[in-house]
C-alpha cells in the first residue's frame, strides 16, 4: 500500500511556495509521495489570464524535480474535470493505494461550491494547509458546519490511514507568502519560456 497525497490546481504557475508545503506535507503526514494534478481548467476559475496547458506542466516539473513529488496530467488524459470524478477515477485505478486529498486553508472557503463535495468527502480524507490570513475563515466556512464533526486532531496525522472518511486535518506547515497571482502581474508572460518545450505525458 502506497500512502498518496494529492494536491490539485491550476499551477498558474507552479512556484517556491507549492514545492515547500508539498514537501512538508509529505513530512507531516508520513507519504510515500505527493501527485501534483495539473487542471485542465477549474470551474471556478475564469480561463482569462489562464496559460496554456503544456506550460503550467512544464513549470510543475521543474519545481517537483528532485522530488518526491510527481506532476501528473491525469485529469486531462481521463477527461475527468470535477475533483470528486478525478478521485473516483484514480481509486478504480489504483486500487491498492491509499490517498489523501490537499487544500489550502482558502480553498475551504469556496468548498462548498465543489460539484458533490460531501461526497468527495466521504471518499478520501482531507488535508488543509495552513495559509495566513485564512484559518480562521476555512474554520468558519460553510462547509465547515458539516465537517466540523470530523475534524481530527493534528497530533494523529501521520495515522491518517487509521480513519476512515470523512477525516479533516488543518495542518500547520510553515508558511510561504508566495502567490501565483503575484508573480502573474510581474511576469505576465511567465509561460512563454515553456511554450517551446513539449512535456511528454505523464504516467
Known sequence: MKRIGLLGGSFNPAHRGHRRISLAALEALGLDELWWLVSPGNPLK?????APYEARLASAREQAKGTRIKVSDFERRAGTRYTVDTVAALQRRHPDHRFIWLMGADTV?????????????????????????????????????????????????KQWTDWSAPAIFFLRLPPDPTSATRLRALNPNWHRRFTAKRPALSS
Open 46 to 50: 475564469p480561463a482569462k489570464g489562464m
Open 109 to 157: 472557503t469556496q468548498f462548498h461550491q465543489w460539484r458533490r463535495w460531501r461526497d468527495l468527502a466521504a471518499m478520501v480524507p482531507i488535508a488543509v494547509i495552513h495559509r495566513p490570513g485564512y484559518d480562521a475563515r476555512a474554520r468558519a466556512a460553510t462547509a465547515m458546519g458539516w465537517l466540523r464533526w470530523f475534524v481530527r486532531p493534528q497530533s494523529q496525522v
